[in-house]
């Protein structure tokens, strides 16, 4: 991503973005409020979000392996566990800002599976997510990170103006 202020403001909170962040003044969070195995809420600043999770089923997907590994779901690349059969996807995304809902679109989420909403470091129970505010207030970023054994992902839907704008997705990772 060449550097623009959206890029400047994804390095304040992103993994990927650590080296560029030094010095940077971190964009308030807004962070999760409420969460299960299968969910997690976001709430404050008259913004909300929703994420949802659902049973993956193989058997409404075209799955391509090599060999024992699996390499692509309905022909295209996939992020979480890989080489594995998914366990999850995620199935539901509401943002809300103020009255108005976004639409985040499928096609921003249909490649992610198993997230982890949330991890375990040294016994202790954590998770990167939140909701960022660009310092104009002009931009919500809707930050996810999941870390797994094989290679954890992040990805970040970009509003702007209660307009879905685009995704950012690192992987590779950790």
Partial sequence: ?????????????????????????ELKKIPFNKFGGDYMNFGGDDIKAFIKLSPFDAG?????YDE???IRIDKKTYYGDYGNL??????RVIVTIGNDTVAIPAA???????????????????????????????????YLFCKDATGSYEVTWIIQDKQYMRRVLDYGFM
């Fill in 60 to 64: 409404k997907h075209k799955l391509d």
């Fill in 68 to 70: 024992k590994y699996l």
């Fill in 108 to 142: 921003a989420y249909f490649d992610l599976y198993n997230l982890n909403l949330t991890y375990t470091e040294q016994g202790t129970l954590r998770s990167r997510n939140g909701i960022y505010k660009s310092k104009d207030g002009h931009r919500i970023y809707v």
């Fill in 1 to 25: 991503m060449p550097k623009t202020e959206i890029r400047m403001d994804l390095a304040t909170f992103t993994l990927s973005g650590i080296s560029e962040s030094v010095g940077k003044e």
């Fill in 86 to 91: 998914p366990k999850t996807f995620i199935s």
